[in-house]
């Protein structure tokens, strides 16, 4: 059963920094690509970043290039998303998705963990 946990969000301020985690398990984690996304309530969902599953390349959307990181430790079974300079259009539930599509449609994703940016 694939198991996708995050963990690392919480309140900072505007200009910090956090580094979000997830914690993969159920599946051949080193085979696969990885996908961070966010959501607002009551919104679609929006692609932030993704790794393939070698780790390069990476891509990431056009809102947090150059300020976000994506990386994945495989001796962990673990995706990280790296954020800097967080502004106030940051904050969401941010999760993370099996594969490398836009979307988490259809596939295994994380409940996600929230992101407060306010000074």
């Known amino acids: 059963q694939v198991q996708l946990v995050e963990s690392g969000g919480g309140l900072v301020q505007p200009g910090g920094s956090l580094k979000l985690s997830c914690a993969a398990s159920?599946?051949?984690?080193?085979?696969?690509?990885m996908t961070w996304l966010r959501q607002t309530p009551g919104k679609d969902g929006e692609w932030v970043a993704t790794?393939?599953?070698?780790?390069?390349?990476?891509s990431y959307a056009d809102a947090v290039k150059g300020r976000f990181t994506i990386s994945k430790d495989k001796s962990k079974n673990a995706l990280f998303l790296e954020m800097s300079v967080l502004t106030p259009d940051d904050p969401d539930v941010y999760y993370c998705?099996?594969?490398?599509?836009?979307?988490?449609?259809?596939?295994?994703r994380g409940q996600g963990t929230q992101v407060t940016v306010s000074a």
């Open positions: 159920g599946f051949t984690f080193q085979y696969y690509g």
């Open positions: 998705a099996q594969g490398c599509s836009t979307t988490a449609t259809g596939r295994p």
């Open positions: 790794i393939n599953n070698a780790g390069r390349p990476t």
